[in-house]
């Protein structure tokens, strides 16, 4: 019984480790992610390029503050962030995969940002003149929860430092 | 491979070292004279594309917009971001290491040539030689290196941008070989062309005293030989008065006077056409095709520099401006020459025929000598139209020069910082602006004067100094024309424009404005010294003529065209008062008929003027245009179409229209923020946007549609998005 429950662990970890590194992999060669905001109710989806912690805990972007998405994260700071590797071809339903983030959102003002920004930078150095802008808010999601569609419907979650 | 001697080039390389790179290394392999140097292959642009991320940033700055749609002031604009872009990035230390190692082998202290040699571009297919740069006299290897990244830049000049689609321009793709190479010092050059591409049967060969530079870009006349493509013999040599030829300076090329021995001389004799006949023929034969060819005579020994397929030129369609915006690129002395012709000559012809217009009393006028008045006017009116575009328009190069000379010596990180030095206050319309500004300053400190006015009792005597100080001004400014229609002739819609503009602060603007000029001005000059610092000066006194006379020749313009609107408003007073309901719209084709044959009658196909109506469905949310000034700014848009709409601007309201023109320009300082249809940092309403300090935005093609008079808007100049309130 005992060594089943090792044995159960183990391979706990390795998936977990496998679906990690899943993940990780995934949102280090997406440069773009849908973002899924609300107003009052009303949903509202954006394209936005992102970057991710090493360890996944957070998730990096930037707005101008005249949008929309930046008008409803200002009313309700949780979200959710859409990232997956589909190429539109019919082999999608069973090779693409595709993560859904979901968290709550922190604007990072200038004290906090620069090693953030840093990392945001080196995966997308061409929006450094972007982000530079005073009309240019840096947020940071920080993520609850990691949905992973893969196969068609299998769908696994992972939590991000539990 | 990334970088190859010239004399090691072969066939094997042929993708990599551009055009002029391959026909050098096969001139060399011929046994021709060419001078030494190496190529920088394309492989190191794309290692510094790639090091330093700039592929990514020129893929955004060419997308921003469709390029179609965009005018040619808004590709020089991407051009001069693009060229800032590389001149700004840090040469990554790995590849400056291999290119010190072959400076310092082949040049040490020597002066070069940098040239580029883009793929195709010297290809019998094409004919796009002359949209790169080259640079000559350069020394040591910091100035080298600092003009590769220019030539490569070039790869994206403007004029490389107009032709993107014919050259297959593709930032993935595309790339630049450089040639660098030891300057010859010419006493003679010139270039020759095996063929005549206007006559089969002659070679020509042209010659000046000098470096080769100033027969390139066409300020020097050269001497010329026709000979018979069949014998060699001469048919004619049509010699020029030679005056100037270019020569070296510390660090580069200037004109200078030529020397009255060598002015009264040939700069070749009927030995060197001989001997340069006999080059021509021989490439031709070599390399199977008619060749153009650059050449250069130092001690008696002749060099090639350059030989390519001889190319027809590709005939312009009418629609098919590129050919004017490429004639827009002038030198610094044919620019100077240009302002002669300018400020001498053509401002005051245009002033005066504006006077004697205005003069004339078309009151006496019988009806069919009115209509042959209007017709009269008319092609005055298109005459200095036409004038505008062919010598105005690329005077206002001189601009765009100082632009690019102030970015290479300062290297700032705003590549339009160079805009705020232009300034000059004794524009037309910065003394119309400012004599507003004092007419509201008074308004403002005269509480009582201020309730008069807003009443409308223009007779309280309070009001009497004031009215006699605007009835001044009217009569100053009052011949101004805005699209068809006469600003400041109207006192009370003036009045209410002051009353505007006395709601809002604007005194000490000005002063402050002049104080940072000074100061740019002065950190400006400090990076130079000497001729150069002469030079410096020559160059932005240029520009700040340039630009006040492109803001002041559409004045002068508007004031000849406000004379012809004078003429048709009488016309449509006579009209009316004979019964024709619809003199008001009518074009003046159909006044000078109907003044004409006072017996036609009056047709009523007249449309009304087009209202800009949202369909309802499509409705923009959210614009982007480029960022013209940095600010960000909310308000009530008021769209303006006609003058009526200028003069019920509110203060604090967003302007948006298709283009500022400097008569309209004294409603700048009521607007919270511009949105402008035109693009380009060098469009009036950028420069005077920048000067207040308001946010802008220009290059949005439909802002006038896509915006309405009432609309809540938010423009943000520093990232170039406007942005609808729900």
């Known amino acids: 019984m005992f060594r089943t429950m090792i044995y159960k662990r183990a391979?706990?970890?390795?998936?977990?480790?496998?679906?990690?590194?899943?993940?990780?992999?995934?949102?280090?060669?997406?440069?773009?992610?849908?973002?899924?905001?609300?107003?009052?109710?009303?949903?509202?989806?954006?394209?936005?390029?992102?970057?991710?912690?090493?360890?996944?805990?957070?998730?990096?972007?930037?707005?101008?503050?005249?949008?929309?998405?930046?008008?409803?994260?200002?009313?309700?700071?949780?979200?959710?962030?859409?990232?997956?590797?589909?190429?539109?071809?019919?082999?999608?339903?069973?090779n693409s995969i595709a993560v859904t983030a979901t968290g709550v959102i922190k604007e990072l003002d200038k004290s906090e940002k620069s090693a953030a920004l840093q990392l945001f930078l080196n995966k997308h150095p061409y929006l450094e003149t972007f982000t530079q802008s005073p009309t240019c808010a840096f947020i940071c999601l920080q993520v609850n929860r990691y949905n992973l569609v893969r196969r068609f419907q299998e769908v696994m979650e992972y939590h991000p430092g539990l | 491979m990334d970088i190859i001697p010239l004399s090691a080039l072969n066939k094997s390389h042929r993708q990599l070292i551009g055009g002029k790179g391959y026909a050098l290394g096969q001139l060399i392999s011929l046994g021709y004279n060419v001078p030494p140097g190496f190529c920088v292959t394309t492989l190191v642009y794309d290692?510094?594309?790639?090091?330093?991320?700039?592929?990514d940033l020129i893929t955004l700055e060419l997308n921003r917009k469709n390029m179609g749609e965009m005018r040619w002031e808004e590709i020089w604009d991407t051009a001069l971001r693009i060229r800032n872009l590389f001149l700004r990035m840090p040469f990554p230390a790995n590849l400056k290491e291999v290119f010190k190692a072959h400076c310092d082998h082949y040049f040490q202290t020597d002066s070069v040539v940098v040239r580029s040699s883009a793929c195709d571009e010297d290809s019998a297919?094409?004919?796009?030689?002359?949209?790169?740069?080259?640079?000559?006299?350069?020394?040591?290897?910091?100035?080298?290196?600092?003009?590769i990244q220019l030539v490569w830049a070039s790869l994206w000049s403007d004029r490389a941008l107009l032709y993107r689609r014919e050259l297959g321009l593709e930032v993935e793709y595309s790339a630049m070989a450089v040639i660098v190479q030891r300057l010859v010092l010419s006493d003679?050059?010139?270039?020759?062309?095996?063929?005549?591409?206007?006559?089969?049967?002659?070679?020509?060969?042209?010659?000046?005293?000098?470096?080769?530079?100033?027969?390139?870009?066409?300020?020097?006349?050269?001497?010329?030989?026709?000979?018979?493509?069949?014998?060699?013999?001469?048919?004619?040599?049509?010699?020029?008065?030679?005056?100037?030829?270019?020569?070296?300076?510390?660090?580069?090329?200037?004109?200078?006077?030529?020397?009255?021995?060598?002015?009264?001389?040939?700069?070749?004799?009927?030995?060197?056409?001989?001997?340069?006949?006999?080059?021509?023929?021989?490439?031709?034969?070599?390399?199977?095709l008619p060749q153009d060819i650059e050449w250069t005579l130092s001690n008696n020994q002749l060099f090639i520099l350059q030989s390519r397929p001889v190319t027809a030129k590709k005939a312009n369609s009418a629609e098919d401006k590129r050919?004017?915006?490429?004639?827009?690129?002038?030198?610094?002395?044919?620019?100077?020459?240009?302002?002669?012709?300018?400020?001498?000559?053509?401002?005051?012809?245009?002033?005066?025929?504006?006077?004697?217009?205005?003069?004339?009393?078309?009151?006496?006028l019988s009806d069919h000598e009115l209509a042959i008045e209007i017709d009269k006017r008319r092609i005055i009116y298109q005459h200095w139209h036409d004038v505008y575009w062919d010598e105005f328009i690329p005077f206002a190069h001189g601009v765009r020069l100082f632009g690019e000379f102030y970015n290479d010596s300062l290297n700032p990180s705003d590549p339009a910082e160079f805009i705020l030095l232009l300034n000059s206050s004794d524009m037309i319309s910065v003394k119309r602006n400012q004599q507003l500004a004092e007419l509201a300053v008074e308004v403002k400190q005269n509480p009582e004067l201020k309730a008069a006015l807003e009443r409308q009792d223009y007779f309280a005597a309070v009001c009497e100094p004031f009215i006699q100080q605007l009835d001044a001004f009217l009569k100053e400014f009052s011949g101004l024309a805005w699209g068809t229609e006469i600003c400041f002739s109207d006192q009370s819609k003036t009045i209410k424009h002051i009353l505007q503009l006395a709601s809002k602060a604007l005194v000490e603007k000005d002063k402050v404005t002049d104080q940072k000029n000074q100061q740019m001005q002065d950190h400006f000059l400090s990076h130079f010294q000497g001729e150069q610092l002469k030079f410096a000066l020559q160059l932005l006194e240029l520009a700040r003529v340039s630009y006040k006379i492109r803001d002041d020749d559409n004045i002068y313009l508007?004031?000849?065209?406000?004379?012809?609107?004078?003429?048709?408003?009488?016309?449509?007073?006579?009209?009316?008062?004979?019964?024709?309901?619809?003199?008001?719209?009518?074009?003046?084709?159909?006044?000078?008929?109907?003044?004409?044959?006072?017996?036609?009658?009056?047709?009523?196909?007249?449309?009304?003027?087009?209202?800009?109506?949202?369909?309802?469905?499509?409705?923009?949310?959210?614009?982007?245009?480029?960022?013209?000034?940095?600010?960000?700014?909310?308000?009530?848009?008021?769209?303006?179409?006609?003058?009526?709409?200028?003069?019920?601007?509110?203060?604090g309201e967003i302007l948006v229209c298709t283009a500022i023109d400097p008569n309209m320009t004294f409603v700048v300082p009521l607007a919270a923020a511009i949105v402008e249809c035109r693009g380009g940092m060098l469009i009036h309403g950028a420069i005077i946007a920048r000067e207040y300090g308001i946010p802008c935005v220009t290059g949005i093609p439909l802002a006038t549609s896509r915006i309405s008079t009432g609309d809540k808007v938010t423009v943000d100049g520093y990232l170039g998005i406007v942005t609808l309130d729900k």
């Not at chain 1, 679906?19 to 990780?24: A, S």
């Not at chain 1, 989806?45 to 970057?51: R, Y």
């Not at chain 2, 003044?595 to 209202?611: C, D, E, I, M």
Request: hydrophobic share 35%.
């Open chain 1, 11 to 94: 391979i706990n970890l390795k998936e977990e480790q496998e679906l990690f590194l899943t993940i990780h992999n995934l949102l280090s060669e997406q440069k773009l992610g849908a973002l899924a905001t609300h107003s009052q109710g009303e949903p509202w989806a954006s394209l936005i390029a992102f970057a991710a912690s090493d360890n996944l805990d957070s998730i990096y972007f930037a707005t101008p503050k005249t949008t929309r998405k930046y008008s409803n994260l200002l009313n309700d700071p949780r979200c959710s962030l859409l990232i997956d590797n589909r190429e539109n071809l019919a082999s999608d339903f069973s």
């Open chain 2, 47 to 55: 290692q510094f594309l790639d090091q330093t991320g700039l592929r």
């Open chain 2, 125 to 147: 297919g094409s004919s796009f030689a002359g949209l790169h740069e080259s640079y000559v006299n350069l020394r040591g290897f910091d100035a080298i290196i600092k003009h």
């Open chain 2, 188 to 288: 003679v050059s010139g270039i020759a062309f095996s063929r005549n591409p206007n006559n089969p049967e002659q070679t020509i060969i042209e010659a000046v005293h000098g470096l080769n530079q100033g027969l390139v870009d066409g300020s020097i006349e050269p001497d010329r030989w026709l000979l018979n493509r069949s014998t060699g013999n001469l048919l004619k040599h049509i010699p020029v008065e030679r005056t100037r030829y270019m020569v070296c300076t510390d660090n580069g090329i200037t004109l200078a006077p030529l020397p009255p021995d060598k002015a009264k001389t040939a700069p070749l004799n009927a030995e060197q056409v001989n001997q340069l006949f006999q080059l021509a023929y021989n490439l031709e034969q070599q390399f199977d």
């Open chain 2, 323 to 364: 050919g004017w915006y490429l004639s827009l690129t002038r030198s610094f002395d044919n620019l100077q020459q240009l302002h002669h012709v300018i400020v001498n000559e053509l401002l005051p012809a245009m002033a005066s025929e504006a006077k004697r217009l205005d003069d004339y009393d078309l009151d006496q």
């Open chain 2, 558 to 651: 508007g004031r000849i065209e406000s004379q012809v609107i004078k003429a048709t408003e009488l016309a449509k007073n006579r009209l009316a008062a004979k019964g024709d309901p619809d003199s008001q719209l009518r074009n003046a084709n159909e006044l000078i008929a109907l003044l004409s044959n006072p017996g036609q009658v009056p047709k009523t196909k007249h449309k009304k003027r087009k209202n800009k109506q949202p369909s309802g469905k499509l409705k923009a949310r959210q614009i982007i245009g480029q960022p013209a000034v940095a600010g960000l700014s909310s308000g009530i848009a008021r769209v303006v179409l006609t003058s009526d709409d200028l003069f019920d601007f509110k203060a």
